[in-house]
């Protein structure tokens, strides 16, 4: 099974703060990789897709990158309802596998 | 506007059955593959099982391999996940999830989830 890994696992910043998260692959997955939102108590919502397309909808303050074994996932500015958790997910081999999650909280 | 809802948790002891289902609405459902996710109080998400739009790919977890089974009905718009031999750490909300293609890639839309509780 490909093994996902994100760090840092948590992050505290301010309101305007630039936020990055990477996600790493434990063999190349191509750009088949997956960034998920999480708030408390609420089903996760699709944010980018295939590394780096920004799903319908999704404000551009979001964005995603890389390929192979390396990810990057971008807040540009922090805002008060980004507080959630995320995820990253890959699709390049069954079964499909999710990172362990960062939560971002304000600082 | 696509709608999940999932039904048929509830609490159960060790070694039991129960069937999740998921009825669809709001989108051609026989287009799209579907999915089961999961997620234990307070862990992150367990993807569990998909099944593609023509159920002729599906996969599963190793961590349920051989006690799940995922099928769907597409003249009834549904998903169900039958799980037998249910294990304590089984216990969690299920969410039912749509993916964005017939095949097994992603999850753009979710349901709002079923507990399931495993415990004597």
């Known amino acids: 099974d490909i093994q996902m890994t994100q760090s840092p696992s948590s992050l505290s910043a301010s309101v305007g703060d630039r936020v990055t998260i990477t996600c790493r692959a434990s063999?190349?997955?191509?750009?088949?990789l997956n960034w998920y939102q999480q708030k408390p108590g609420k089903a996760p919502k699709l944010l980018i897709y295939d590394a780096s397309n920004l799903e319908t909808g999704v404000p551009s303050r979001f964005s995603g990158s890389g390929s192979g074994t390396d990810f990057t996932f971008t807040i540009s500015s922090l805002q008060p309802e980004d507080i959630a958790t995320y995820y990253c997910?890959?699709?390049?081999?069954?079964?499909?596998?999710f990172g362990p999650g960062t939560k971002v909280d304000f600082k | 506007e696509v709608q999940l809802v999932e039904s048929g948790g509830g609490l159960v002891q060790p070694g039991r059955s129960l069937r999740l289902s998921c009825a669809a609405s709001?989108?051609?459902?026989?287009?799209?593959?579907m999915h089961w996710v999961r997620q234990a109080p307070g862990k992150g998400l367990e993807w569990v099982s998909g099944?593609?739009?023509?159920?002729?790919?599906?996969g599963y977890a190793d961590s349920v391999k051989g006690r799940f089974t995922i099928s769907r009905d597409n003249a009834k718009n549904s998903l169900y996940l039958q799980m037998n031999s249910l294990r304590a750490e089984d216990t969690a909300l299920y969410y039912c999830?749509?993916?964005?293609?017939?095949?097994?890639?992603?999850?753009?839309?979710w349901g709002q989830g079923t507990l399931v509780t495993v415990s004597s």
């Open positions: 997910q890959q699709y390049d081999n069954l079964p499909v596998t």
């Open positions: 099944l593609s739009w023509s159920s002729g790919s599906l």
């Open positions: 999830a749509k993916d964005s293609s017939g095949r097994l890639q992603n999850f753009d839309y």
């Open positions: 709001g989108f051609t459902f026989d287009d799209y593959a």
């Open positions: 063999q190349a997955i191509n750009n088949y």
